[in-house]
């Protein structure tokens, strides 16, 4: 039997000693990878941020709304009216488009409607951009401007992926 001495006692074995050293550099190791790994974590943190905030997301939020609603394009969104998709006949009804004041520092609100001149029913599209963020949102709002009772209007789609990825 061998015994080593060391500055924390005495070891009775050269492979207990190796053991105890080998345990004592993984312990470290791990700690440096722990640190390295939250370091990059805060750095991505931080530039992810920072692309964010770029001015041009304006420009980019703008260009998918004028892309997804304007005359002749199949908007975001989808329903059955009667017995039709909407995707089949909103292309050729009246078209609209207003700004609105803005409401907030970073948004900017228009309503897109859609109207059918035949039967007076109207699809109001009242969308947000957001200036600070690649954002859009919409809501949507149905009526009826005519005396007579429109078609069933069912399985409304507020966003319409298949819609987004035709155009």
Known sequence: MKIFLTESG????????ISKYNRVKFKNMMNHII????VILVCQTFF???????PTNETVVYQ????????????????VYGTKKSSEFIKAWKFGGEKLKPSGSNTEEAIYTYSDPKSGFVVKCI?????DFPEVE??????NTSEKNTPIIEMVNQTDISAILLV
Not at 35 to 38: E, F, H
Not at 127 to 131: G, L, P, S
Request: proline share 7%; charged share 15%; net charge positive.
């Open 48 to 54: 992810a941020v920072r692309v964010s905030a770029k």
């Open 138 to 143: 919409w809501v949507l709002k149905f009526s």
């Open 10 to 17: 005495t070891y009775t074995d050269l492979k207990n000693m």
């Open 64 to 79: 998918w709304v004028e892309h997804h609603f304007g005359p002749g394009i199949i908007p975001p969104f989808s329903f």
């Open 35 to 38: 640190l390295i790994s939250v």
């Open 127 to 131: 969308v947000t951009c957001f200036t």
